[in-house]
């Protein structure tokens, strides 16, 4: 079993930045690809972006593509998200996922573990 818990959010103006961590309890490695999906307040959840731990290979979502980078750190077991230039339609909770199930779009894609999330709410 794999444990994941995220940090790393808060409350910021539209505009600012947050990074977000997901430590996890085995070899990041091992997880072969990883992800941040977000829910809000009435939505369904929605990948944000990807990474595949082996390699450079990452998937954003339209929304955040040239504002969120995804990088994951194998030496330190952990997953990132800077958030730039953020909007209040960032506004939800994030959630990390590993070992995605299937091999298909990794945004998609159901994950076997899930962290239990950090809220990130960005005010106009």
């Known amino acids: 079993q794999v444990q994941l818990v995220e940090s790393g959010g808060g409350s910021v103006q539209t505009g600012g930045s947050l990074r977000l961590s997901c430590a996890a309890s085995?070899?990041?490695?091992?997880?072969?690809?990883m992800a941040w999906f977000r829910q809000a307040p009435g939505k369904e959840r929605e990948g944000v972006a990807a990474?595949?731990?082996?390699?450079?290979?990452?998937e954003y979502a339209d929304s955040v593509k040239g504002r969120f980078t995804i990088s994951v750190d194998n030496a330190r077991n952990t997953l990132f998200l800077q958030m730039n230039s953020l909007k209040p339609e960032d506004t939800a909770m994030y959630y990390c996922?590993?070992?995605?199930?299937?091999?298909?779009?990794?945004?998609?894609?159901?994950?076997?573990?899930w962290g239990q999330g950090t809220r990130v709410t960005v005010s106009s």
């Open positions: 996922a590993a070992d995605g199930i299937g091999g298909g779009d990794p945004l998609r894609q159901d994950y076997n573990y």
């Open positions: 085995s070899s990041t490695y091992r997880l072969y690809s």
């Open positions: 990474i595949y731990t082996g390699g450079t290979r990452t």
